[in-house]
């Protein structure tokens, strides 16, 4: 009778220690889950990251459409250094959708002091075109519940302009950021993965 109680205690003992272990577990994922760098003040306007932290991130790509390649009316005449948290580059990956509370950060920098018409100018390797001074920040959070009009990002501009820059930013309209991603790249997350190699392509390490 002992020898069965004793088993009996023991599978209660093993059985609480696995239901514990899964709690742990879920609990841990929902954290990862539900953890962003995007911080909200109380009037619901998103704070300015801090260069250190985001510079820090993957940097998956720099498209550039530079004045003199469009008639000095370029809409984002700068590079656009797009920086994304390293655990939301490997969740793109594995699945092709970015987890919630992604946070894509584009670094704006003008081009280097232009000296040809086409805004390129000549360095030691050769003519083309270099990073300038800042001239702003953009940024996009995934939030499928607070930006649920906008296909589950809130898009946000900090400036686009020298520093320093806005403290906070209240979210864009649609006519200014989001129209234009949900018209080109809904399918791909409301993201330009066509010009982030790391994404588009796949990284080879992974």
């Known amino acids: 009778m002992r020898k069965y109680l004793s088993m009996s205690v023991l599978a ?17 994922v929902a954290a990862e889950t539900q953890q962003s760098a995007a911080v909200f003040d109380s009037d619901g306007k998103l704070k300015l990251p801090k260069p250190a932290t ?8 720099a498209p550039l459409t530079p004045e003199g390649l469009n008639n000095n009316q370029a809409g984002f005449p700068e590079y656009h250094n797009v920086y994304v948290e390293e655990k939301n580059v490997d969740a793109y990956l594995k699945t092709g959708s970015f987890p919630e509370g992604t946070v894509i950060v584009k670094e704006l920098t003008r081009v280097l002091k232009p000296t040809f018409p086409d805004s390129s100018r000549t360095e030691p390797s050769g003519r ?21 009009k906008t296909n589950g990002w809130g898009f946000f501009t900090f400036g686009h302009h020298p520093l320093p820059y806005a403290a906070t930013a209240a979210e864009s309209s649609v006519t200014e950021c989001a129209g234009c991603h949900i018209a080109n790249v809904a399918k791909t997350d409301m993201t330009w993965i066509q010009f982030y190699p790391i994404l588009r392509d796949k990284d080879p390490q992974q």
């Open 128 to 148: 083309g075109y270099f990073n300038g001074e800042f001239n702003g920040i953009d940024l996009t959070v995934k939030d499928s519940k607070r930006f649920a």
């Open 54 to 61: 985001f510079r820090r991130w993957v940097l998956v790509g």
């Open 12 to 28: 209660v003992g093993v059985a609480l220690i696995a239901m514990s272990s899964s709690l742990l577990n879920t609990s841990r």
